[in-house]
């Protein structure tokens, strides 16, 4: 059973740096793409960013375009989002999600179908 665990959430101004990592287990972590996704309060499920198996291939929403950045450490299990320069807005609660297509880059929520719990992230004015 593949499970995601997220760390790294939590209460920062206007302008500062958090750094989200997650954990998984229970699969071949280095064959798959990992993505990250966001839920603000009274919103749907957004994307975020993701990172193809190898590391080799990144993509971010345009809101977080060169404010965040995602990485992986194969050899740890774990995938990060590195998030500068934050705003309000970028209040919500982060997950991390994987997917069940075997070396395919994907950027679709629907191709993701194992999740994190969740870790909240929320920035004061």
């Known amino acids: 059973q593949v499970q995601l665990v997220e760390s790294g959430g939590g209460l920062v101004q206007a302008g500062g740096s958090l750094r989200l990592s997650c954990a998984a287990s229970?699969?071949?972590?280095?064959?798959?793409?990992m993505g990250w996704f966001r839920q603000a309060p009274r919103k749907e499920r957004d994307f975020v960013s993701a990172?193809?198996?190898?590391?080799?291939?990144?993509y971010y929403a345009d809101s977080v375009k060169g404010r965040f950045t995602i990485s992986r450490d194969n050899a740890k299990n774990t995938v990060y989002l590195q998030m500068n320069s934050l705003k309000p807005e970028d209040t919500a609660v982060y997950y991390c999600?994987?997917?069940?297509?075997?070396?395919?880059?994907?950027?679709?929520?629907?191709?993701?179908?194992?999740w994190g719990q969740g870790t909240q992230v929320t920035v004061s004015s």
């Open positions: 999600a994987t997917t069940w297509r075997f070396m395919e880059f994907t950027t679709l929520a629907n191709d993701y179908n194992y």
């Open positions: 229970g699969r071949t972590f280095s064959s798959y793409t």
């Open positions: 990172i193809s198996w190898n590391g080799y291939t990144t």
